[in-house]
């Protein structure tokens, strides 16, 4: 299915077309199993959130937000991507992590192009760094958001983002020292 074809989906699924919705869930389970795997690849075994669990999560925050304007397919999956980091951030809050890192390891983010921490404290100091660096530059916490947890490359990103793929590399490049002396801290 190309782009402009997925697009009309999203936008009738938007306008109520329910058919549209059973359409786009299709075209799209394969790649949101697939993100859910990556979030919770190397947890802890009996782990209690697993991927099914994560992928219904997910599509019901993404049911309820309903007000998206989707763009295209990689907006879609970013947005479905993002919406995956919060519940586990969200999980692992509920798990007693104190907002302020009580139990949260120091990580590094290296040369990382995906998302491979191995515990949701990892997560959750990712993701308060990364909310500061939203404050600061918004676009520039879009493109870690959607590479680092979301596996895309920047020329997926660009096209998420309607941006240049040069510009998409800048952000990253930005982000990327910004995130690192935040985490070093």
Not at 26 to 54: F, M, P, S, W
Not at 61 to 70: C, D, Y
Not at 127 to 132: I, N, P, Q, S
Not at 149 to 174: C, P, V
């Amino acid at each position: 299915m190309t782009t402009p074809q997925f697009t009309d989906l999203l936008a009738a699924w938007r306008a109520g077309n329910h058919q549209a919705f059973d359409q786009l869930a299709a075209l799209v389970d394969a790649e949101l199993r697939r993100l859910a795997r990556h979030y919770l690849r190397g947890e802890r075994n009996g782990h209690t959130l697993q991927t099914t669990g994560l992928v219904n999560e997910a599509w019901v925050r993404l049911l309820e937000s309903g007000q998206v304007n989707w763009q295209s397919r990689a907006h879609f999956i970013a947005v479905a991507a993002t919406t995956m980091r919060h519940i586990l951030v969200d999980w692992a809050r509920a798990q007693a992590y104190q907002k302020r890192g009580g139990g949260a390891a120091q990580v590094s983010l290296g040369d990382v192009t995906i998302c491979q921490t191995t515990s949701l404290a990892d997560i959750v100091a990712i993701h308060e760094a990364m909310e500061r660096l939203a404050a600061f530059n918004a676009n520039a916490a879009f493109v870690v958001e959607w590479r680092f947890f979301g596996g895309f490359q920047n020329k997926e990103i660009a096209e998420a983002m309607s941006i240049s793929e040069t510009a998409a590399t800048r952000y990253w490049n930005f982000a990327m020292t910004w995130l690192r002396r935040e985490l070093e801290k």
